[in-house]
């Protein structure tokens, strides 16, 4: 890639820059889903409080499982599937598709 080299880059530096920026982004992405589950818990009615907790959760884990499956889809040279628990611990990877576990 003559840009990269231009720019005195290469390819391993810019998969670390990219890797990198979307850590950042899943960080910035983490402090919203925060702040919006404060806005929600200071604007809902007590009842309502467990969904507004539940959505902030799964705003959260939504772009960690994107990275993570970008991240993997890298490494092992196929899409796959990341699933999560409630801590964000994985509790698998499969393959799309074929309901093949990866991992247990």
Not at 29 to 44: D, K, P, Q, V
Request: aromatic letters at 2%.
């Amino acid at each position: 890639m003559p840009l990269l080299a231009d720019w005195g880059e290469t390819e391993a530096d810019r998969s670390d820059r990219l890797v990198r920026t979307e850590e950042e982004l899943f960080d910035v992405g983490a402090a919203l889903a925060r702040l919006e589950a404060a806005r929600l818990a200071a604007s809902t009615p007590l009842g309502d409080h467990e969904e507004a907790k539940r959505t902030a959760r799964e705003r959260t884990r939504a772009p960690y499982r994107g990275m993570l499956e970008r991240l993997l889809e890298r490494v092992l040279g196929e899409r796959v599937e990341v699933a999560l628990d409630e801590e964000l611990d994985v509790l698998g990877i499969r393959r799309p598709g074929r309901g093949q576990g990866l991992l247990p």
